[in-house]
C-alpha cells in the first residue's frame, strides 16, 4: 500500500495548498505533519479540505464519518497521515486500487 499512500499523499498536499492558498507554508507536507500545528489550517480551512476530498473521492471517502469517530483534542493534533491511511482504506474497502483513481 506504500505506493497508494505516495499518490494520495501527493493528491492530498495539491488539495492542501489549494485551500491554503498564499497561507501556504513553504515546508514539506508529510505523514506526519499536523493539519492545526504545522500547517496552522483553521476549521474552515478543514471544511474547505472535506469538499476538495469528496469532488475527489465521492462518497467513497467520507471525511465528516472520519472526523466524528475522533475526540476533539484528537481532531486538533490530526495528521496528514491519519488522512491518507483512512483515505487508502476506503478506496480498498471500494474494491478500487487507491493508486489507481
Not at 64 to 79: I, P, Q, W
Not at 81 to 86: E, I, P, R
Amino acid at each position: 500500500m506504500a505506493a497508494a499512500q505516495d499518490s494520495i499523499l501527493a493528491d492530498l498536499t495539491e488539495m492542501i495548498n489549494a485551500v491554503l492558498g498564499d497561507f501556504a507554508t513553504d515546508q514539506v507536507i508529510t505523514m506526519d505533519t499536523t493539519f492545526r500545528d504545522d500547517l496552522g489550517m483553521e476549521s474552515i480551512d478543514v471544511v474547505s479540505l472535506a469538499g476538495r476530498l469528496q469532488a475527489r473521492y465521492g462518497d467513497t471517502v467520507n471525511f465528516a464519518h472520519f472526523v466524528a469517530k475522533l475526540d476533539l483534542e484528537t481532531v486538533g493534533e490530526l495528521r496528514v497521515g491519519q488522512l491518507v491511511d483512512h483515505i487508502a482504506t476506503s478506496l480498498e474497502g471500494d474494491g478500487v486500487p487507491a493508486g489507481s483513481r
